[in-house]
């Protein structure tokens, strides 16, 4: 009886698994280099970059968005809602001066790739999508 009821969870616990990969999501989390820096590129490095550092940020690199501006850390990786730089977008306070605001999809990348740990590029383990081929 024992063996059997804990064959029986080993099952269930295989079941749930399984279940769990196909529900997870295909599309790969957002990374810094693909998917955020075209839109710092595009909205942001006009006045936050190697030229113009406003607030002595640069968001034209990976390296220098992770060193901040004046008041520290901008991004908290995995911590969205704490990160000075999505607070800024998501309150439509950043580009300051309006121009080519980001849109919400925009705005939800960075979002993801905060949330996701702020990846600079693909690690190698998460490019595998599966059954593709
Ligand atoms: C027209 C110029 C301009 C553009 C474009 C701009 N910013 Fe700024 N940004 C500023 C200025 C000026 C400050 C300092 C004053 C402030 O904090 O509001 C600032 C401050 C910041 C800060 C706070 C930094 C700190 O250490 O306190 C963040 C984060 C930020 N910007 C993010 C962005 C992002 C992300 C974009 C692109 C979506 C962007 N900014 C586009 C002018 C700009």
Known sequence: ??????????????????????????????????????IFEANCVRCHGPKLRMAHMDLSTYDHVLKGGESGDVVVPGKPNESRLYQKIQKGLMPADKKDALSSEQIEVVRKWIEAGGANIESAGSVEVGGTR
């Open 1 to 38: 009886m024992e063996v059997r009821s804990s064959e029986l969870v080993t099952q269930l616990v295989a079941a749930a698994l399984v279940t769990a990969s196909i529900a997870a999501p295909t599309t790969p989390q957002p990374v810094f280099e693909r998917d955020v820096l075209p």
